[in-house]
């Protein structure tokens, strides 16, 4: 096969970085050196291909040891995985933390959504901007510049900032919260981390899926297993698949990635279809706006999602689960390998899993690159398989046609870590907590305009205002403007419907959604018009371009808010417009991004009436 590489050439150090990953070319084919051999043979086809899952991390090496992607970088990078460089720039221009022109080798993320924007972004921004130019712009000697991020999954801390820094001493960190003097000393190098906790109810009795957060060691296996780890994998080791699915099943657990699936049904699915292998996926994007609670349990407790999905694996028949995490979280990241090697190293992954005859499996992370959609299923699988985040058309459905092409089960963390109780206590047990229609406990993810943000679980039937109660109130005694339930995706409510029930079926009786489990108030002094055309924007980047109505109407949906700001109130013409977008996009987008990107917006504008005029 001709890739029609160009004539740039890589360089020693991004070679290095390549190699580093996928081991040392074996001959020319890979870019080696010719020997006489090698010089007589063609090499290629299936083989290579299957190397394409790879392109991702070979990227991500790359971005981590120069700090950019040279198009030398990606014509090493396509003879060695066989892929064209013009679809290897493809997938490299997709991701927005791969830069793919020479740019410094510190980038500042500085979040400028919406948890942030409640907690002082605009007037950190407004300083760096004063102090070092524009966004994007070399400063301090050319090393370091800033840029603008959406929500980096740091809310109960905001305002937040993410480092990336490569080259030698390539590490990530963040910092959250900063103020402007902490952020101006990291920008000249001499950022320092400053850990704080971020679930108030830390240790507190009654806590089922947070109870081990802040109170267990999360680098060290056996004081997980002193708190009660790996007790329910044991159990369903003793009762076999069928009895753990049923389990599951009698609990009604249902999915907490946004869509609300019941779990039972999805694991029944893949375990009894026909074709081999199946696979198992912890979905760790976490990218919606307002959101933490995954990163929260990898970070704190990152031996209870290995367990989980471990016992994912067990009850579909899976022998090799995937965690996808986001991009940005690179601590979370960094604890959950230390616990994948961990468990491996003591027979809890690997051959006969806790002495099992009969259960391999193993674990593989992967990272994510700063892109939004790849939290939806299917683009998922895609940016495993080493393509660009684009969803695929459903059906077929992940159980039937998922990770390269098998039955896959995907859950969400917090999905997953619910199954250990299920299969501990027994599905019923779970059952009886919460309401009819949604049982057991939910996190929530608490930020903004409250005196305690932070992540919150309580059993699903709570109202909101008692949720509002745990974290303290409003900040400073102020009043409720707005409250954006289920994050950029969800909906805003006014401050005189906090008496709803938080469960699925109660708050789509007032038209919200529990979403992924996003609270973030807005008080009396936050400007509900830059909230909204955040969003907006929000949806507008994000959008992966693939299907027109979503393309086109996130543009013009962004484009009719612009109007209405600048002219203070909404006219008729756009309000009709906004109403014909979202119908479109309601009903012609092909995922989910596309169907949801007017909720939010369509709820501020008619319900709270944010630009004046709609009512
Ligand atoms: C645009 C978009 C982004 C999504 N992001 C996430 C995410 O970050 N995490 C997640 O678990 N599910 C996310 N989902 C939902 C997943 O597609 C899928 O429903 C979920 O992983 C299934 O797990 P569950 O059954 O445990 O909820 C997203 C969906 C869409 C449409
Ligand atoms: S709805 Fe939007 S994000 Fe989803 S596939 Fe279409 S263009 Fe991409
Ligand atoms: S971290 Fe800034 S909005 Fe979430």
Known sequence: MDLHLNEATATEEERAAVDEVLGQPEDRWEGGERTHATGHFARGGSDDREMRHMLIPVLHAIQSHVGWISPGALNYVSLRLTVPPAEAYGVASFYSMFALEETPRTIAHVCDDIACKTRGADDIIAGLENDYGPEGEP??????????????????????????????????FTLAPVTGDQLRSAVEGNGQERPTGSTPQSGSPGLRLIRRVGVVNPEDLDDYRAHGGYEALRRALLIGPDLVIREVTDSKLMGRGGAAFPTGVKWNAVAHAAVRPHYVVCNADESEPGTFKDRVIMEEDPFSVIEALSLAGFATGSEKGFIYIRGEYSEAHRRLAHAVEQARDRGFLGRSVMGHEGFDFDIEIRRGAGAYICGEETALFNSIEGFRGEPRNKPPFPVAEGLFKKPTSINNVETLINTLDIVREGGPAVAALGTEGSTGTKLFC???????????????????????????????????????????????????????????????????????????????????????????????????????????GTVRQEEA???????????????????????????????????????????????????????
């Open 446 to 552: 608490l930020s903004g305009c409250v005196e305690q943000p932070g992540l919150y679980e309580v059993p699903f039937g709570t109202t909101l205002r008692e949720l509002l109660d745990l974290g303290g109130g409003v900040r400073d005694g102020g009043e409720i403007q707005a409250i954006l339930l289920g994050g950029a995706a969800g909906s805003f409510i006014a401050g005189d419907q906090i008496d709803v029930p938080l469960t699925f079926e109660g708050t789509r009786a007032i038209g919200a959604s529990l979403g992924s489990g996003v609270v973030l108030v807005f008080d009396q002094g936050v400007d509900m018009r830059e909230i909204v055309l955040r969003i907006a924007r929000f949806f507008r980047d994000e959008s992966c371009g693939q299907c027109v109505p979503c393309r086109v």
């Open 561 to 615: 808010l612009h109007r209405m700001a600048r002219d203070g109130q909404a006219s008729d013409a756009d309000l009709a417009l906004l109403s014909e977008l979202e119908l479109v996009m309601k009903d012609a987008s092909i995922c989910g991004l596309g169907q949801t990107a007017a909720n939010a917006i369509r709820s501020a504008v008619t319900k709270l009436d944010v630009f004046g005029g709609a009512r």
């Open 139 to 172: 400063s301090s000697g050319g090393s370091v510049t800033w840029k603008r991020s959406p929500c980096l999954g740091l809310c109960e801390k905001a305002p937040a900032v993410l480092f990336q820094m490569a080259g030698e001493g390539r590490r990530d």
